[in-house]
């Protein structure tokens, strides 16, 4: 349940980000961003699908993806990338805000470090579950029968996502 619930959610994300990405106005006048930005809402989707198929490939890919993000966050890169404002932006529906250079980054609030500590944890706890022993075998048993999955797939419903 709580792969499916992250996979809608990957789904939601990348769909919301390429769908904002196609109508952004100053996205249109930056081909290789608009291109950066429709490759990672994507990229989002794909994983997605993995996940709902129950394929060890996107497991694998997530758990990663999720380590960079603590890294990311701790570190605050994602503030200094192009995409991920991009992004971000296509997705809140606001103007396209610049990223922030490097040595210009403001000093963090204690509120924000909190949050950030809080999203840090989370991250990490999705990637334990991810990685977990019982998240192996259930994505090895599905991935030996792919008519199990396909199968799973097909019946899904929204109950059972959430």
Same mark, same amino acid.
Do not use: N
């Given at each position: ?17 390429m769908s904002g990405a196609l109508v952004s106005p100053e996205l249109a006048d930056q081909a ?7 490759? *990672?809402?994507? $990229?989002?989707?794909?994983?997605? *699908? ?23 966050? $701790? ?34 609030? +204690?509120?924000?470090?909190? *949050? ?12 334990? $579950? ?15 029968? +792919? ?16």
């Open positions: 349940m709580e792969v499916d619930l992250t996979a809608a959610l990957l789904m939601i994300g990348g769909g919301l980000g290789w961003l608009l291109v950066r930005t429709l490759s *990672l809402g994507g $990229l989002m989707v794909v994983v997605a *699908l993995g996940l709902f198929a129950r394929h060890d490939w996107a497991r694998k890919f997530l758990a990663g993806a999720m380590l960079y993000a603590v890294y990311a966050q $701790l570190s605050r890169r994602w503030m200094q990338s192009d995409v991920v404002q991009a992004w971000l932006s296509c997705v809140q529906g606001k103007s396209l805000r610049a990223p922030i250079p490097a040595g210009d980054l403001p000093p963090l609030s +204690p509120e924000t470090a909190l *949050l950030s500590l809080f999203v840090c944890l989370a991250l990490l706890g999705l990637t334990r $579950l991810l990685l977990s022993a019982r998240l192996r075998a259930e994505f090895a048993a599905l991935g030996a029968s +792919p008519s199990a999955a396909g199968s799973k797939l097909r019946h899904a419903t929204l109950r059972d996502w959430f």
